[in-house]
């Protein structure tokens, strides 16, 4: 059997495990996965955007990535930092300064998403933000991301939200 540079290598998994590997990322899972390095490191280095651009660029394993989406996320997430606090703080049982960063940085992608990114559905926003709070966040800072966003897309996305089939609860 012949393997392909995209074809995972059977080493790469733990035997029973089923963790996505990371073949199966789409181009726009590794663009987040970036995006929340660099936002990781604007929010605990100061560091410019150029700078964190350019250095994330040269990661291993970039060139896999959406980078128009990368693009877009880093620049726009830096440039509207003081309006997508301003919509995060007001859903937080604590000061934003409080957040870990990798929470902060994933609430930021995930605001800005829901706001610029129309293209992609709410609940894919959504449960991508919760992936990477569960790949790089504390452990439960998925729960955590998974409830501010929800209430934010009840905001940034009515009637994509209102037309979505509700969770049902079967009767006891």
């Known amino acids: 059997m012949t393997m392909s540079a995209d074809t995972p290598s059977p080493a790469r ?7 996505r590997k ?10 987040r996965e970036f995006a929340l390095q660099a936002l990781y490191q604007h929010l605990v280095g100061r560091n410019p955007a150029v700078d964190i651009d350019a250095f994330t660029r040269d990661l291993a394993g970039f060139h896999k990535a959406d980078s128009v989406h990368f693009d877009a996320l880093l620049h726009g997430c830096i440039a509207d930092s003081t309006a997508l606090d301003a919509l995060i703080a007001p859903r937080l ?9 990798i929470e902060h940085g994933v609430l930021w992608i995930g605001a800005y998403e829901f706001q610029r990114c129309l293209d992609v559905p709410w609940r894919v926003v959504l449960n991508e933000c919760i992936e990477l ?19 934010l ?6 009637a994509e939200v209102a037309t979505a ?8």
């Open 13 to 19: 998994t733990k035997a029973g495990d089923t963790p």
């Open 22 to 31: 990371a073949a199966d990322k789409s181009a726009r899972t590794r663009a």
């Open 93 to 101: 049982d604590r000061p934003l300064t409080e957040l870990s960063p």
């Open 133 to 151: 709070a569960k790949s790089f966040g504390g452990t439960d800072g998925h729960k955590y991301v998974n409830g501010v966003l929800h209430q």
């Open 153 to 158: 897309a009840s905001q940034l996305r009515p």
């Open 165 to 172: 089939p509700a969770a049902r609860k079967s009767a006891s």
